[in-house]
Structures are given as C-alpha cells and as structure tokens.
T-cell receptor, first 116, second 111 residues
Framework: DAGVTQSPTHLIKTRGQHVTLRCSPISGHKSVSWYQQVLGQGPQFIFQ???????GRGNFPDRFSARQFPNYSSELNVNALLLGDSALYLCASSPVLTGGFAYEQYFGPGTRLTVT | RKEVEQDPGPFNVPEGATVAFNCTYSNSASQSFFWYRQDCRKEPKLLMSVYSSGNEDGRFTAQLNRASQYISLLIRDSKLSDSATYLCVALGSNSGYALNFGKGTSLLVTP
C-alpha cells in the first residue's frame, strides 16, 4: 500500500516569496496534520484537518494556512517567507479522528524547505 | 515549559546492551502516547503506542505511569540498526488531536 506522499521533496525559496506544499494521505485516511521540524528539534504541530475542516491549529503566524480537498489531500501555504521558515515540513495522516481516542499518525517523507 | 520532556542524550551503547529512555509530559489530559523513531534526515516512523498496562513488541517494551506522568521505552539486546533518534510523543487534548513531540534522544549502538 502507498504511504503518505508529499511534494516537492526539496525546495529553495527567497525571503518574501510564497510556497505551497502538497500532501496525499494513505488511502482511506481522512485526517491530515502538518508539522514543522527544524534541525535538532522534534516536529512542531501546525494544522490538523479532518473531513475538510480545520480541527486544530498550532502556535504559528497567519502567514501559514492550509486546506484539505474532497479527496482528503492537503496543501500547506506559507506567505512572506522568512529565513526562520527553513525546515522539514512533515505531513501525517490518520484514519479516524474520534472523541478522546485518536489513531496513530503516519508521516510522509517531508518537504525540505530552504529560504535564502 | 515544553509539554513533553525527554532525556537529553546522546546514548552510546555497545551491541547487546539494554538501554532505557525516559520521558515526562505536563498535560494530565493527554490520552494517548507513542514512541516514534527517526533516522537522520528521514521522517518519524511509529515504533509503538504506549498503553497503561505496558506493552511489549519483541525487544521493545513501553511503560506508562499516569500518576507520575511518565513514559519509558526499554530496548533489550541493542542492534546496530537501532541507532536513531527516539521521539516521545503525547497526544494533545487541545489544538485538535495534535501530536506533542519531545526533542528526541539520540541512540548510537556501537560494535
């Protein structure tokens, strides 16, 4: 079975530019989450979507936005890029989001973003 | 204070050794816990979920102590291939169902 896929794998952008990262979840999974991982740290939560609705948002500025499509794939958009946005952006999918008990999240290979 | 705190590491152990990682979490409302493994420049991969009764998967044993808000991972008979960063994770009860990761503990198993 195909795992979580992300595109592109690597990206180099200049400060002030905009970037769109894409994610396709595992077939049958309806929840997608986005995380940012900078070197030497654990992943930090950015957004979670379930059934095309935002279900959670981490402590990131409004320059970060996301959406989920009817086929459950997702996009993460970052505007006005800063040097500090350089990181590995990870997408994770999980099958069901139910009250209080969540299923494990499975990560894609990530998009490595470098802002110069 | 971070929601999940882990041993700083790194841990350097010889093949065949037993190694234990510890982790504490601050949000008493957290309901699910996991250990993920991350190889250099790769994505985190789920190693195991952690249940209140403790659970074992081959050489790996995970324990949860809700009263102390403490999670552990024990690796027996370490293999060279166990070398990686181990991430302790608590599922948040706010901000949706976000995974709250520790900083990770690096393990190097040497011949």
């Amino acid at each position: 079975d195909a795992g979580v896929t992300q595109s592109p794998t690597h990206l180099i952008k200049t400060r002030g530019q905009h970037v769109t990262l894409r994610c396709s979840p595992i077939s049958g999974h309806k929840s997608v989450s986005w995380y940012q991982q900078v070197l030497g740290q654990g992943p930090q939560f950015i957004f979670q979507y379930y059934e095309k609705e935002e279900r959670g948002r981490g402590n990131f500025p409004d320059r970060f936005s996301a959406r989920q499509f009817p086929n459950y794939s997702s996009e993460l958009n970052v505007n006005a890029l800063l040097l500090g946005d350089s990181a590995l952006y990870l997408c994770a999918s999980s099958p069901v989001l139910t009250g209080g008990f969540a299923y494990e999240q499975y990560f894609g290979p990530g998009t490595r973003l470098t802002v110069t | 204070r971070k929601e999940v705190e882990q041993d700083p590491g790194p841990f350097n152990v010889p093949e065949g050794a037993t190694v234990a990682f510890n982790c504490t979490y601050s949000n008493s409302a957290s309901q699910s816990f996991f250990w993920y493994r991350q190889d250099c420049r790769k994505e985190p991969k789920l190693l195991m979920s952690v249940y209140s009764s403790g659970n074992e998967d081959g050489r790996f044993t995970a324990q949860l102590n809700r009263a102390s808000q403490y999670i552990s991972l024990l690796i027996r008979d370490s293999k060279l291939s166990d070398s990686a960063t181990y991430l302790c994770v608590a599922l948040g009860s706010n901000s949706g169902y976000a995974l709250n990761f520790g900083k990770g503990t690096s393990l190097l198993v040497t011949p």
